[in-house]
């Protein structure tokens, strides 16, 4: 975000969600409350500077949470999101292994959150197959504010939420 600040801003006015993923991609399970809040506030100031907007999505880097790291994201208005599909794009397989493990993956539905890391070597060579095949298969790819229950809800050990 501090290397890229327009590439933020051409994201956000491509209708895309901005979330928060710490501001130094620590294990955050090892962290104290004041610290995991600190990891969040930092990167939320800077993005709401830049943008105008208020972040409330929060994915824990690793998917590495604990109650402490999820009574910060709560305290600092954020919802904790997971995936249940894993590209697995972050173990450099190739384009081809990204392509079938998230078009075949034996828990993608309706519903399901993607794991892709933009960074990965592979990843951009993949998206466009995988996004045409997921439209393929009937699936329609919405942000993840648009997917979450906000109230009542839990989230299981798959990263899945559902209605209490």
Known sequence: MNKYPDDVKAILAGGHDLGN???NHKQMSTLSLAECKEELTEPHEY???LTGEEMILFRPPYGDYNDTVIQAADECSYYTIQWDVDSLDWKDYG?????KTVTQHKHLGDGSIILMHNGAKYTADALD???TILKEK????VPISELIIRDNFDIDHEGRQYSK
Do not use: C, P
Request: zero cysteines.
């Open 129 to 131: 197959s995988v996004i």
């Open 138 to 141: 009937g699936y329609e790819l």
């Open 95 to 99: 384009v081809d292994s990204i392509i």
């Open 21 to 23: 993923h710490s501001q």
């Open 47 to 49: 993005i709401k500077e």
